[in-house]
């Protein structure tokens, strides 16, 4: 076999395996979004709702809940900025120091759900969390991976449509790509969904059990990229 051919298959390698942790974090993160919808009735991976909710609550005197709110979105922010400390680098496949956070994220979880923490610290749990997950910075088909929310992966998915139909062929593996993640994050909610009516409060410790299991497989199996 032939160097080139070498290098093409390692590259085809750490593509497939980036799009299964793609589809993976962002399975885990709509599970958690719709696991703090149905247990504690707030949104907690994306923050325009925990804004709004805090300048309604100011406006109405309820200093608790400004904080609370006000926590989420410093906790997430803090999150992100970790993890551009870690991956300043805007990465086109997965590494080893991918399995870090998850592994962190899934560990604090399950503690603090394990020693029962008041429901306004697991939410700033999976707000720092997921704050971590979003920061990763991970880059294919041209898209900067962003997998708590999808508001912004529906307008780029709707984007690409449009340059399709403009004639840009080209864009139908980005836009492929869109509708996979908000595919993803769809059946993780479903999923939770399903979960909570089953395990009730439990239901975290099984997401943070995964997230374990995620960075583990990650720090074992990460493709490693070959050297000219």
Not at 16 to 27: G, P, R
Not at 133 to 154: D, E, F, S
Not at 182 to 188: I, P, S
Request: glycine share 8%; with cysteine.
């Amino acid at each position: 076999m032939g160097y080139n051919q070498k290098v093409t298959m390692t590259y085809t390698q750490r593509k497939k395996f980036t799009l299964v942790w793609v589809a993976a974090l962002t399975f885990l993160a709509g599970a958690m979004n719709v696991s703090a919808i149905l247990l504690f009735n707030t949104t907690i991976s994306h923050h325009t709702g925990s804004l709004s909710r805090a300048a309604m609550a100011l406006a109405e005197g309820d200093f608790k809940l400004f904080f609370d709110m006000i926590s989420y979105v410093v906790l997430f922010f803090f999150g992100a900025m970790i993890s551009g400390l870690l991956y300043y680098q805007r990465n086109r496949g997965v590494r080893l120091l991918h399995s870090l956070l998850p592994i962190v994220f899934g560990c604090v979880l399950f503690i603090g759900v394990w020693t029962g923490n008041t429901n306004e610290n697991i939410l700033r749990i999976i707000a720092f969390g997921m704050g971590l997950q979003n920061g990763t910075q991970i880059r294919i088909y041209g898209v900067i991976v962003r997998t708590t929310h999808m508001t912004g992966t529906l307008t780029d998915a709707a984007l690409s449509i449009g340059h399709i139909l403009r004639g840009k062929t080209d864009e139908w593996d980005r836009f492929l790509f869109l509708v996979y993640t908000l595919a993803c994050f769809l059946v993780g909610g479903i999923w939770a969904a399903v979960s909570i009516q089953q395990f009730q409060f439990a239901t975290l410790q099984i997401w943070s059990i995964l997230y374990l299991m995620m960075g583990v497989f990650v720090f074992i199996f990460h493709p490693i990229e070959m050297k000219h």
